[in-house]
């Protein structure tokens, strides 16, 4: 058992609620798919706008048979599935052997882009969790500051127990 509780977490919490919801819909779509399923295995009604015995094989079903069933080709643009080449850098990139000149800002933004971290899938949620725009939720810079004032305490803590370990040995010397 820790020295302090763990806080619930909204967000996990409303997950796990929307999860057991997708379930329970999930099980009544099935159960709705099966009793679908057993009202078409019956037998077909005649409409009741016929007569009795006015459909007998002397005129044509009231209903076509539905055409076989082939597969239905669409016109695709192969330009957008083949793969495009490499960009190919312009002329002024490369002197005049053909050698391709040095770059240095280009490997500033390199090297720049190595030490950045990905990019975020959904920008609008980090600016939401940044600004503490989800409900339940702290905004991102009162945590870093909990997290720093944290950090600060305990360093602090750990010199003063460092000072007081070399106070005592030197003073038993």
Same mark, same amino acid.
């Given at each position: 058992?820790?020295?302090?509780?763990?806080?619930?977490?909204?967000?996990?919490?409303?997950?796990?609620?929307?999860?057991?919801?997708?379930?329970?819909?999930?099980?009544?779509?099935?159960?709705?798919?099966?009793?679908?399923?057993?009202?078409?295995?019956?037998?077909?009604?005649? /409409?009741?706008?016929?007569?009795?015995?006015?459909?007998?094989?002397?005129?044509?079903?009231?209903?076509?048979? %539905? %055409?076989?069933?082939? /597969?239905?080709?669409?016109?695709?643009?192969?330009?957008? =599935?083949?793969?495009?080449?490499?960009?190919?850098?312009?002329?002024?990139?490369?002197?005049? =052997?053909?050698?391709?000149?040095?770059?240095?800002?280009?490997?500033?933004? *390199?090297?720049?882009?190595?030490? *950045?971290?990905?990019?975020?899938?959904?920008?609008? =949620?980090?600016?939401?969790?940044?600004?503490?725009?989800?409900?339940?939720?702290? /905004?991102?810079?009162?945590?870093? *500051?909990?997290?720093?004032?944290? #950090?600060?305490? #305990?360093?602090?803590?750990? #010199?003063? =127990?460092?000072?007081?370990?070399?106070?005592?040995?030197? *003073?038993?010397?």
């Amino acid at each position: 058992m820790g020295w302090l509780p763990k806080k619930p977490d909204p967000v996990t919490a409303r997950t796990r609620a929307l999860n057991a919801q997708i379930a329970a819909l999930q099980q009544q779509i099935k159960k709705l798919d099966v009793q679908v399923g057993r009202a078409g295995a019956g037998p077909r009604l005649r /409409p009741a706008t016929l007569p009795h015995g006015a459909n007998i094989g002397h005129t044509a079903p009231a209903a076509p048979a %539905p %055409p076989a069933t082939e /597969p239905i080709f669409e016109d695709v643009n192969q330009n957008r =599935l083949k793969a495009k080449a490499e960009s190919v850098a312009p002329p002024e990139h490369f002197n005049e =052997l053909g050698v391709r000149k040095y770059d240095l800002a280009g490997l500033i933004a *390199r090297l720049k882009n190595n030490f *950045r971290g990905p990019a975020a899938s959904n920008p609008r =949620l980090v600016n939401y969790l940044a600004a503490g725009g989800v409900q339940g939720l702290r /905004p991102m810079r009162y945590e870093k *500051r909990v997290a720093r004032n944290r #950090f600060i305490a #305990f360093a602090l803590g750990l #010199f003063l =127990l460092l000072i007081g370990i070399l106070w005592a040995f030197l *003073r038993s010397h």
